[in-house]
């Protein structure tokens, strides 16, 4: 089974919602920088194994693949994507998933539900970030993990957006990754590991584009 987003993987699911960028994985350079800033992430979970793993913003069901290979009982959560299809899709590649649809800011899981929460380009589009993290925070058992990613959100990032075919970014990207990485303390979670994807420019330091962090909640 995959435990990285590959290119080969990407191919074999179709685009499952209005927001499901998954399209953009499969193009030449963009393609490369979109599986990579995940596989930054999932790279940070080598070595580990978890009972119970959700994955909120499973999108087209790709990085449900990966955390098969991690976790025992794997579930997902997803704003606009049906689920429907995904499960069966998932299913003919041997993947058994339990994928509901609803919002991070009411995660109808109980508490301690799950040793890994794993969380991509969501937390940007959310206005109460803060309230997300709490549900984090309250689904995971103590001692389990939060493995979060986010893009960069500056003038850079958005006329890259724009230059792909992403309008009106700005209204979408309206938290930043430094905002939520301050308020990790707050909510009793604190960082274990963390990787930036940086995109190479000549004769400068590398631009970052992309964060992940794997986070511990406290007892």
């Known amino acids: 089974m995959d435990s990285e987003i590959t290119l080969d993987l990407v191919q074999r699911f179709p685009t499952s919602g209005p927001t499901d960028p998954i399209a953009y994985y499969r193009r030449p350079l963009t393609?490369?920088?979109?599986?990579?800033?995940?596989?930054?992430?999932?790279?940070?979970?080598?070595?580990?194994?978890?009972?119970?793993?959700?994955?909120?913003?499973?999108?087209?069901?790709?990085?449900q693949v990966p955390l098969h290979a991690i976790a025992d009982d794997v579930h997902g959560?997803?704003?606009?994507?049906?689920?429907?299809?995904?499960t069966a899709l998932l299913s003919t590649l041997g993947v058994k998933s339990t994928l509901r649809q609803g919002s991070v800011y009411e995660l109808?899981?109980?508490?301690?539900?799950?040793?890994?929460?794993?969380?991509?380009?969501?937390f940007e589009h959310l206005h109460d970030f803060e309230r997300a993290l709490e549900e984090v925070r309250r689904t995971l058992?103590?001692?389990?993990?939060?493995?979060?990613g986010m893009p960069a959100v500056n003038k850079m990032m958005g006329a890259s957006f724009h230059a792909i075919g992403f309008r009106d970014i700005d209204h979408?990207?309206?938290?930043?990754?430094?905002?939520?990485?301050?308020?990790?303390?707050?909510?009793?979670l604190r960082v274990e590991r963390s990787a930036r994807l940086n995109l190479p420019v000549p004769s400068a330091p590398g631009v970052p584009v992309y964060y992940d962090w794997l986070l511990r909640r406290g007892t």
């Not at 979109?34 to 959700?54: H, K, P, Q, T, V």
């Not at 058992?141 to 979060?148: D, I, Q, S, V």
């Open 141 to 148: 058992r103590p001692g389990g993990r939060f493995l979060l």
């Open 77 to 86: 959560i997803d704003l606009d994507a049906d689920p429907v299809p995904v």
């Open 172 to 188: 979408h990207h309206v938290t930043t990754p430094q905002q939520v990485q301050a308020r990790f303390g707050a909510h009793g």
């Open 31 to 63: 393609g490369w920088l979109f599986r990579e800033r995940i596989n930054l992430g999932l790279r940070m979970l080598r070595g580990l194994r978890f009972a119970s793993a959700l994955e909120v913003g499973y999108g087209a069901g790709a990085v």
């Open 108 to 122: 109808p899981y109980d508490d301690g539900a799950f040793d890994l929460v794993v969380s991509f380009s969501v």
